[in-house]
């Protein structure tokens, strides 16, 4: 008989059964295995439980139309065998013999005949079961070497697999994008040809995240990737960039660069569409909007560039305010360069400190000063005219602004700090720094201002920071409990350019703020602009209602004022009570404002 | 042309109808004259020399209101009558339950347990099976048929084909006349049944050293067919000649000697590079034996069968249809030449003669063992009585 032929347990035994019925004559056979909990043949070389014995296989499968796995008395022939202890044993019912052998270590087979086996072929079959059990063994090692194997190659796969793609969307990773990439630049250079590189970043995604939280975050990601996969063709790559920014790879556009924009514009129309379309999550319906640049290729040009210029396309497109993708042009990379240099300006200001702190006084009611805004000034020849309203933003752009927040914040204490010493008009409560996002974003920065405090020796009590209405619908959970601790430590709070956003009121309540500073978008011709006045009306009863103050920012004129006043509102900064000043004027006025007369 | 019935009048016996024509068309008018009478089922036993035409039975086939089953065989018989040309139609009083399985090579399950759906067949119900002989899967077909009914089921069947071993369409069913088919017949009543060949030893044992399913390579480590002339040329007057092997081996079967000295017969009908062809497989390593034969020994056997399955029946004409289905190898009727009447006799005999006997010369038997398990048969007679 060949045994062994094979390394599949199933078919070898098969094979082996089969041989068995034929050349010994019988009715039927039956396969009993030892096997694990989950009913997998094993090789078990303790002392034989029946318990541990399974139905393996039986040839035929039935008798009488019932399953030989469900036959009782089989199953007790193979108890009994295994309690005689011996190689082989006979038993007898429904007027067929039933002789069981050992395989060692392996199980019990048992054959059905009419008549019994004869005892010299019997013996003859004690090393034919020997070696089924050797083969059994080389069998299971064998399956369990093909599962390992198997399970290193799917675990591979995955480790592959995750190598190249982004786990949340299972897009394309950025490593992987950059390969493609490569081989769309080598193939289009080859070839003449030209491929094209569309950068998508979704508008608006960190909100969906701050406010839905991340979970909501990664469903929609992961629907947007799902339908940027839709508008691929079976050649592009559709890459998850990072955090709400996707790539899409078109490397094969033809060999006419007017005809391959055509094809680049229908593909970001399609985008467009599919990202607009409304996506449901958890019952909810929400609309992303998306800004897209794109490059087109041709060769001879690095993969970075490729990234850089779509990415520089779409920041255009997104400072536009456009739907439709932007084509990248050197234009932009000049822009970009410009941008650059302005801020190794500002670096270097912040180094040879070229920034000088002035004050916008403010005043109450009946014109005493009652605080003032610190203002950052640029004491460079070249930026002297520029208002911080240009640079402050490119400096918000870069880390940069951080540093400079310090040094404005800590600038400031040590400043209000000389004042104190010179000694303040009673009437003079607050000086109002400001804060900007990324400041109040910084883990540390209760830390900061504690240790400015500390170091200046300032009294905190007449510190007042600024953080504008933007800033609070962004992060509110975060700020409350940011001014809370503040608070605690004596420092106000004011919220400003009020009007310009979209407050929740719920939230504003429970803003522990003393102050609301009216834009000065409002104040401006407020005597002669009925919609400012309404505004206007509208913010200062919500400070008497929320009992915050409510100060006007940029006023100008007499008219505005006496308008103002009519409103109800009673503290004011702007040109009309006096331009920005120095630290040494601001000190003179303070002095001046302490004398008896003033 | 005749009805042939024992009782007109009883709707609990078969209608027999037996013909000498051979046209499609009057076959098609038979099988309509059983079903008017209240037939339930229909059996067809056609001989190859009608040449029917499968494409001009299609729709009458497919169109039968009842089901159909059966095969085309090199001649049929009814009773003691042996047709060379024309057909038997028996009109079953009950529903048969037809199976067909593809025997094409690309339609077989390699897992022989899984090409039959076990689940399909009924437990208790006797089978009767029609194959398509010249397909080279009928073994496989058997053993798949075995593996997934199991022991306690009553098998028998023959293979359908002609002579001239040329395949075309063999089986009938309600799809049509069809070839590379397996026919199972589920019959709602129980089936008694015997197997006989006669064949005796005549030299052996010896031992098949190589072979390959039906082909027997070597025997004792030499050619097979030289040890096979050797001993029939040493211990008979025959000789072989360069085109006379099958002359001869039909006096000469092998026979596979199972451990309770069942002898299973494997007829020689090729030889080719000293190799000996059969019909049926022959396992590597199984002790075989030359047998020969004897006229009066070969007819016994036939009444012998008849007596046996007469004797398992219990003949209790009461629960019975009074039918004896027989398979009769086709290569019987080439041995007993014109004494084949007479084993058509003895099977009459052995069967008694208030039993209808309808018939088939096959190309291989199909039937249980002693030991339950279903085999190809070669030189055998199968009765099953119902």
């Given at each position: 008989?060949?045994?062994?032929?094979?390394?599949?347990?199933?078919?070898?035994?098969?094979?082996?059964?089969?041989?068995?019925?034929?050349?010994?004559?019988?009715?039927?056979?039956?396969?009993?295995?030892?096997?694990?909990?989950?009913?997998?043949?094993?090789?078990?070389?303790?002392?034989?439980?029946?318990?541990?014995?399974?139905?393996?296989?039986?040839?035929?499968?039935?008798?009488?139309?019932?399953?030989?796995?469900?036959?009782?008395?089989?199953?007790?022939?193979?108890?009994?065998?295994?309690?005689?202890?011996?190689?082989?044993?006979?038993?007898?019912?429904?007027?067929?013999?039933?002789?069981?052998?050992?395989?060692?270590?392996?199980?019990?087979?048992?054959?059905?005949?009419?008549?019994?086996?004869?005892?010299?072929?019997?013996?003859?079959?004690?090393?034919?079961?020997?070696?089924?059990?050797?083969?059994?063994?080389?069998?299971?090692?064998?399956?369990?070497?093909?599962?390992?194997?198997?399970?290193?190659?799917?675990?591979?796969?995955?480790?592959?697999?995750?190598?190249?793609?982004?786990?949340?969307?299972?897009?394309?990773?950025?490593?992987?994008?950059?390969?493609?990439?490569?081989?769309?630049?080598?193939?289009?250079?080859?070839?003449?040809?030209?491929?094209?590189?569309?950068?998508?970043?979704?508008?608006?995604?960190k909100s969906?995240?701050d406010?839905?939280?991340?979970?909501?975050?990664?469903?929609?990601?992961?629907?947007?990737?799902?339908?940027?996969?839709?508008?691929?063709?079976?050649?592009?790559?559709?890459?998850?960039?990072?955090?709400?920014?996707?790539?899409?790879?078109?490397?094969?556009?033809?060999?006419?660069?007017?005809?391959?924009?055509?094809?680049?514009?229908?593909?970001?129309?399609?985008?467009?569409?599919?990202?607009?379309?409304?996506?449901?999550?958890?019952?909810?319906?929400?609309?992303?909007?998306?800004?897209?640049?794109?490059?087109?290729?041709?060769?001879?040009?690095?993969?970075?560039?490729?990234?850089?210029?779509?990415?520089?396309?779409?920041y255009?497109?997104?400072?536009?305010?456009?739907?439709?993708?932007?084509?990248?042009?050197?234009?932009?990379?000049?822009?970009v360069n410009i941008r650059s240099a302005y801020i190794s300006e500002l670096k270097n200001a912040l180094k040879n400190n070229e920034f000088s702190l002035c004050y916008q006084p403010q005043y109450d009611?009946?014109h005493n000063i009652i605080g003032a805004e610190v203002l950052l000034r640029w004491n460079n020849l070249k930026h002297i005219n520029e208002s911080p309203d240009v640079y402050i933003p490119i400096a918000e752009d870069s880390e940069l602004i951080l540093a400079i927040g310090d040094w404005v914040f800590y600038e400031s204490c040590r400043q209000l700090k000389i004042l104190q010493d010179f000694g303040l008009p009673n009437s003079f409560k607050k000086l109002s720094i400001n804060v900007s996002a990324r400041q109040l974003g910084q883990e540390n920065f209760f830390d900061t201002i504690c240790r400015a405090i500390e170091a200046s020796g300032v009294n905190p009590r007449q510190i007042t920071i600024e953080i504008t209405e933007n800033i609070l619908i962004n992060r509110i959970h975060d700020v409350i409990t940011l001014i809370s601790k503040l608070n605690n430590i004596g420092v106000d709070c004011a919220i400003d350019d009020f009007g310009t956003g979209?407050s929740?009121?719920?939230y504003l309540?429970r803003l522990p703020s003393s102050l609301i500073k009216m834009d000065r978008s409002?104040v401006?011709?407020?005597?002669?602009?009925?919609?400012?006045?309404?505004?206007?009306?509208?913010i200062?009863?919500?400070g008497?209602?929320l009992e915050m103050d409510i100060l006007a920012e940029g006023v100008e004129?007499?008219?505005?004022?006496?308008?103002?006043?009519?409103?109800?509102?009673y503290q004011y900064q702007g040109f009309y009570f006096s331009h920005p000043l120095s630290f040494d004027q601001f000190r003179t006025l303070m002095q001046q404002s302490c004398l008896?007369?003033s | 042309?005749?009805?042939?019935?024992?009782?007109?009048?009883?709707?609990?016996?078969?209608?027999?109808?037996?013909?000498?024509?051979?046209?499609?068309?009057?076959?098609?008018?038979?099988?309509?004259?059983?079903?008017?009478?209240?037939?339930?089922?229909?059996?067809?036993?056609?001989?190859?020399?009608?040449?029917?035409?499968?494409?001009?039975?299609?729709?009458?086939?497919?169109?039968?209101?009842?089901?159909?089953?059966?095969?085309?065989?090199?001649?049929?018989?009814?009773?003691?009558?042996?047709?060379?040309?024309?057909?038997?139609?028996?009109?079953?009083?009950?529903?048969?339950?037809?199976?067909?399985?593809?025997?094409?090579?690309?339609?077989?399950?390699?897992?022989?347990?899984?090409?039959?759906?076990?689940?399909?067949?009924?437990?208790?119900?006797?089978?009767?099976?029609?194959?398509?002989?010249?397909?080279?899967?009928?073994?496989?077909?058997?053993?798949?048929?075995?593996?997934?009914?199991?022991?306690?089921?009553?098998?028998?069947?023959?293979?359908?084909?002609?002579?001239?071993?040329?395949?075309?369409?063999?089986?009938?069913?309600?799809?049509?006349?069809?070839?590379?088919?397996?026919?199972?017949?589920?019959?709602?009543?129980?089936?008694?049944?015997?197997?006989?060949?006669?064949?005796?030893?005549?030299?052996?044992?010896?031992?098949?050293?190589?072979?390959?399913?039906?082909?027997?390579?070597?025997?004792?480590?030499?050619?097979?067919?030289?040890?096979?002339?050797?001993?029939?040329?040493?211990?008979?007057?025959?000789?072989?000649?360069?085109?006379?092997?099958?002359?001869?081996?039909?006096?000469?079967?092998?026979?596979?000697?199972?451990?309770?000295?069942?002898?299973?017969?494997?007829?020689?009908?090729?030889?080719?590079?000293?190799?000996?062809?059969?019909?049926?497989?022959?396992?590597?390593?199984?002790?075989?034996?030359?047998?020969?034969?004897?006229?009066?020994?070969?007819?016994?056997?036939?009444?012998?069968?008849?007596?046996?399955?007469?004797?398992?029946?219990?003949?209790?004409?009461?629960?019975?249809?009074?039918?004896?289905?027989?398979?009769?190898?086709?290569?019987?009727?080439?041995?007993?030449?014109?004494?084949?009447?007479?084993?058509?006799?003895?099977?009459?005999?052995?069967?008694?003669?208030?039993?209808?006997?309808?018939?088939?010369?096959?190309?291989?038997?199909?039937?249980?063992?002693?030991?339950?398990?279903?085999?190809?048969?070669?030189?055998?007679?199968?009765?099953?009585?119902?």
């Amino acid at each position: 008989m060949a045994i062994g032929n094979g390394l599949n347990l199933n078919e070898m035994l098969q094979s082996f059964m089969r041989v068995a019925i034929a050349r010994l004559d019988l009715s039927s056979a039956h396969l009993f295995l030892f096997a694990n909990e989950k009913q997998e043949p094993i090789h078990f070389s303790e002392k034989p439980v029946a318990g541990q014995l399974s139905h393996y296989m039986s040839i035929p499968v039935q008798y009488l139309g019932v399953s030989w796995a469900k036959n009782e008395g089989l199953h007790q022939v193979v108890c009994d065998h295994l309690q005689s202890n011996s190689f082989s044993s006979v038993a007898y019912f429904n007027e067929k013999v039933y002789q069981s052998f050992c395989i060692p270590e392996q199980g019990v087979i048992v054959f059905e005949s009419v008549i019994e086996i004869e005892p010299s072929i019997k013996k003859s079959l004690e090393p034919i079961f020997k070696k089924i059990a050797l083969s059994c063994y080389a069998c299971l090692v064998h399956e369990s070497l093909v599962a390992e194997i198997g399970a290193r190659k799917n675990a591979e796969n995955t480790i592959a697999h995750q190598a190249s793609h982004d786990e949340l969307t299972q897009l394309f990773n950025r490593r992987a994008l950059t390969e493609n990439l490569k081989n769309a630049i080598d193939s289009c250079e080859k070839n003449k040809k030209f491929g094209a590189l569309i950068f998508i970043d979704l508008n608006q995604f960190k909100s969906i995240n701050d406010v839905m939280g991340h979970d909501v975050g990664d469903l929609i990601l992961k629907e947007v990737a799902y339908r940027l996969k839709g508008v691929a063709r079976g050649k592009d790559t559709v890459a998850r960039f990072g955090g709400d920014e996707f790539i899409i790879l078109l490397p094969d556009l033809g060999g006419c660069e007017q005809v391959a924009e055509q094809l680049v514009n229908k593909t970001t129309i399609r985008i467009l569409d599919v990202i607009e379309e409304p996506l449901m999550v958890d019952d909810l319906i929400y609309n992303v909007s998306c800004s897209m640049g794109f490059d087109i290729f041709s060769g001879l040009v690095s993969f970075s560039n490729v990234i850089k210029n779509a990415d520089l396309a779409m920041y255009e497109a997104k400072a536009l305010r456009q739907k439709i993708a932007v084509r990248y042009d050197s234009s932009m990379s000049e822009k970009v360069n410009i941008r650059s240099a302005y801020i190794s300006e500002l670096k270097n200001a912040l180094k040879n400190n070229e920034f000088s702190l002035c004050y916008q006084p403010q005043y109450d009611v009946s014109h005493n000063i009652i605080g003032a805004e610190v203002l950052l000034r640029w004491n460079n020849l070249k930026h002297i005219n520029e208002s911080p309203d240009v640079y402050i933003p490119i400096a918000e752009d870069s880390e940069l602004i951080l540093a400079i927040g310090d040094w404005v914040f800590y600038e400031s204490c040590r400043q209000l700090k000389i004042l104190q010493d010179f000694g303040l008009p009673n009437s003079f409560k607050k000086l109002s720094i400001n804060v900007s996002a990324r400041q109040l974003g910084q883990e540390n920065f209760f830390d900061t201002i504690c240790r400015a405090i500390e170091a200046s020796g300032v009294n905190p009590r007449q510190i007042t920071i600024e953080i504008t209405e933007n800033i609070l619908i962004n992060r509110i959970h975060d700020v409350i409990t940011l001014i809370s601790k503040l608070n605690n430590i004596g420092v106000d709070c004011a919220i400003d350019d009020f009007g310009t956003g979209y407050s929740s009121l719920t939230y504003l309540r429970r803003l522990p703020s003393s102050l609301i500073k009216m834009d000065r978008s409002f104040v401006r011709d407020i005597h002669k602009d009925a919609e400012n006045r309404s505004i206007a009306k509208m913010i200062i009863a919500l400070g008497e209602n929320l009992e915050m103050d409510i100060l006007a920012e940029g006023v100008e004129s007499a008219e505005e004022l006496q308008c103002l006043k009519d409103l109800g509102c009673y503290q004011y900064q702007g040109f009309y009570f006096s331009h920005p000043l120095s630290f040494d004027q601001f000190r003179t006025l303070m002095q001046q404002s302490c004398l008896p007369d003033s | 042309m005749a009805f042939i019935s024992f009782d007109d009048n009883s709707i609990s016996k078969p209608s027999i109808f037996v013909s000498e024509q051979s046209s499609d068309k009057h076959l098609l008018d038979a099988l309509t004259l059983v079903v008017e009478r209240g037939a339930q089922s229909l059996m067809i036993l056609a001989c190859s020399a009608n040449q029917h035409s499968a494409e001009n039975l299609l729709s009458a086939l497919q169109s039968c209101p009842i089901p159909i089953c059966g095969g085309v065989f090199p001649s049929v018989f009814f009773a003691d009558s042996k047709l060379d040309k024309g057909f038997i139609v028996v009109g079953f009083p009950f529903i048969i339950s037809v199976t067909s399985y593809s025997l094409i090579s690309s339609h077989i399950n390699p897992n022989a347990s899984k090409q039959v759906d076990g689940e399909a067949i009924h437990h208790s119900r006797d089978l009767l099976v029609f194959i398509d002989a010249m397909t080279n899967t009928t073994e496989f077909f058997i053993s798949s048929l075995y593996e997934a009914i199991g022991g306690g089921i009553a098998v028998i069947g023959g293979g359908a084909g002609s002579i001239d071993f040329i395949q075309r369409p063999c089986v009938f069913s309600r799809a049509g006349l069809i070839m590379n088919t397996a026919l199972v017949v589920q019959l709602p009543v129980s089936m008694h049944c015997a197997v006989e060949h006669g064949w005796e030893i005549l030299s052996g044992p010896y031992l098949v050293t190589e072979a390959e399913a039906t082909r027997v390579k070597t025997i004792n480590y030499l050619p097979a067919f030289d040890v096979y002339k050797a001993l029939i040329e040493e211990t008979t007057a025959y000789r072989f000649s360069k085109d006379n092997f099958f002359q001869v081996s039909q006096n000469f079967p092998l026979g596979i000697v199972g451990v309770n000295n069942e002898i299973l017969v494997r007829d020689p009908i090729q030889m080719n590079n000293n190799e000996l062809f059969c019909v049926g497989s022959v396992p590597v390593n199984s002790m075989i034996y030359v047998l020969s034969g004897n006229t009066e020994h070969i007819i016994s056997a036939a009444e012998n069968a008849g007596k046996l399955v007469g004797k398992s029946s219990g003949n209790d004409p009461a629960n019975s249809l009074e039918l004896s289905i027989v398979f009769d190898c086709v290569s019987r009727v080439l041995y007993l030449g014109e004494k084949f009447p007479l084993e058509m006799a003895a099977i009459q005999r052995g069967l008694g003669a208030k039993r209808a006997i309808v018939g088939a010369l096959s190309i291989g038997e199909i039937a249980n063992t002693a030991r339950g398990t279903i085999n190809l048969l070669n030189k055998s007679i199968v009765i099953g009585n119902l």
